[in-house]
């Protein structure tokens, strides 16, 4: 089925330690994003790529690298884990122009 | 911080009554959207609703937006049991480029 696909769903790391998250979309969306939701709260938004080779900060950026890889992958980084990344983070895409966004199932990561 | 804050953060109904819940955003908008999440899934888009319009439908939902007031209301009819999950507010800036949530309403029905 098209959509959004995260790898892993489900990761523990501790701290110090690095790791990437692999976002893929198979519907030709110009535009992909990272969030991050904490227990209780809304989606908030960490980086965002609008087109192939550009990527953007969103509101809550440090401690993260992302990449745009080519138009279906766009991975987010953590260099250096910490506590305060615990979290579920979603990835999504979309056509562009604010309409017709997709997410992933979602990532649960614990730093412990 | 988060751009939208919902109202009520938690809501619990009987089955067949009607949920509302409300929004409000802070700055110019493209458009506005709803969405719903599932206890520990992930996020279904549910409407959305252009800054030229009022009001739309699409089955049991009713969105309205009222720009000069920065807020936006969605309404679900005859509720279900289904209908449990957390239910987002998301405006569209602009530029078209960057989605901004609010915190939630958390919607229990009870069969």
């Known amino acids: 089925n098209a959509g959004v696909t995260q790898t892993p769903k489900f990761q523990v790391l501790k701290t110090g330690q690095s790791m990437t998250l692999q976002c893929a979309q198979d519907m030709n969306h110009n535009s992909m994003y990272w969030y991050r939701q904490d227990p209780g709260m809304g989606l908030r938004l960490i980086y965002y790529?609008?087109?192939?080779?550009?990527?953007d900060k969103g509101e809550v950026p440090n401690g993260y690298n992302v990449s745009r890889l080519n138009k279906r992958e766009f991975s987010l980084r953590l260099e250096s884990a910490a506590p305060s990344q615990t979290s579920v983070y979603f990835c999504a895409s979309s056509v562009g122009g604010g309409y017709g966004y997709t997410f992933g199932s979602g990532t649960r990561l614990t730093v412990v | 911080s988060q751009q939208g804050e919902e109202d009520p953060q938690a809501l619990s109904i009987q089955e067949g009554e009607n949920a509302t819940m409300n929004c409000s955003y802070k700055?110019?908008?493209?458009?506005l959207q709803w969405y719903r999440q599932n206890s520990g899934r992930g996020l279904v888009h549910l409407i959305l609703i252009r800054s030229n319009e009022r009001e739309k439908h699409s089955g049991r939902l009713r969105v309205t937006l009222d720009t000069s007031k920065k807020s936006s209301s969605l309404l679900i009819t005859a509720s279900r049991a289904a209908d449990t999950a957390s239910y987002f507010c998301?405006?569209?800036?602009?530029?078209?480029?960057?989605?901004?949530f609010g915190g939630g309403t958390r919607l229990m029905v009870k069969p």
């Open positions: 998301v405006s569209n800036n602009n530029a078209g480029n960057m989605l901004t």
């Open positions: 790529s609008a087109s192939e080779g550009t990527t």
């Open positions: 700055t110019s908008i493209n458009n």
